[in-house]
């Protein structure tokens, strides 16, 4: 990954802030390779609330939502420019080492991705030791059990913490991701189409969960579905790519204005479901 500027990395010891803070991102663009695919992207994600990334597949919502914990510089023709801050520091430019802005900001995928073989219990904790964060064996226990009840799983689970992973049912193992991602206390949740193989049960159930965890973390979430958009979001932006040209954020706001009355006749048009 190259990035359109110097930066320089040093090691800083992990601290555990539960702080809530605000994203932002300033003029970002995006390449792979010499496809540019997103172009002036400026966008602020508030603490505590949730902002909903829309639009029509191919138009940079998921490359965006990976330039915020620096995943998009793991694909090696990948470059970009701007910025993008984490409680108004500089992810790509500041002393903070890759591994805390992805302790920081953890992300959830659109498949639910436990590891099979683990337990329910391992498969938790999994990301602890890559974070650098030592724990106990008794404040194992009693992560595990905090973990699980903030990603509303804990009742269905406690008496089959020892089961594999691939135990669970889709929507079972959507929320253990979430408590896996919770374990290292990011102050940020990504979330790309975190429903969208699951069934409407367990859409709800992770819908809830996020109601109850953005009170401590701010939470960004690309979804297909305008009903959810408008179900679990604050604040929406409405993301497009002509055909041939880069993604583009068409415009921003609160998720009430941009479903009653947006300024561009294109927003209306997708989420009224004309068209993507
Ligand atoms: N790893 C990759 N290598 C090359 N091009 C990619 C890669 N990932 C995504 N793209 C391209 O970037 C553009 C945006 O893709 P993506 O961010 O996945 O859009 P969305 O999530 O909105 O569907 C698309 O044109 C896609 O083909
Ligand atoms: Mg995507």
């Not at 910025?83 to 890759?98: F, K, N, Q, W």
Request: hydrophobic content about 35%; aromatic content about 6%.
């Amino acid at each position: 990954m190259t990035l359109l500027d110097n930066t320089t990395e040093f090691v800083v010891p992990s601290t555990i802030d539960r702080s809530r803070v605000e994203m932002e991102a300033r003029n970002v663009a995006c390449w792979f390779g010499d496809n540019k695919v997103l172009a002036d992207v400026n966008l602020q994600m508030p603490a505590g609330e949730v902002t909903a990334l829309i639009g029509p597949s191919g138009c940079g919502k998921s490359t965006f939502l990976r330039t915020l914990n620096r995943m998009h510089e793991l694909v090696p023709s990948a470059s970009l420019a701007g910025t993008i801050t984490l409680g108004g520091e500089d992810i790509y430019r500041s002393r903070l080492p890759v591994t805390e802005t992805r302790r920081r900001v953890g992300m959830v995928f659109q498949k639910p991705n436990p590891f099979p073989a683990m337990t329910v219990a391992e498969n938790v904790v999994s990301g602890l030791k890559l974070a650098g964060v030592k724990v106990t064996r008794s404040e194992r226990q009693d992560l595990v059990e905090h973990c699980l009840r903030r990603a509303g799983l804990w009742q269905e689970v406690e008496k089959r913490l020892g089961d594999p992973g691939r135990a669970l049912s889709g929507g079972q193992q959507q929320r253990l991701c979430i408590a896996r991602a919770l374990a290292v206390e990011p102050q940020v949740l990504l979330m790309d189409e975190p429903c969208s193989a699951l069934d409407p049960t367990s859409t709800r159930r992770i819908e809830e969960t996020i109601a109850t965890l953005q009170e401590t973390i701010t939470i960004v979430i690309v979804t297909h579905n305008m009903q959810q958009a408008q179900r679990v979001s604050q604040r929406c932006a409405f993301f497009l790519a002509a055909y041939g040209e880069p993604g583009h954020i068409v415009e921003s706001g609160t998720t009430e204005r941009i479903f009653n009355n947006p300024d561009d006749p294109r927003t209306s048009d997708y989420v009224q479901g004309r068209f993507g």
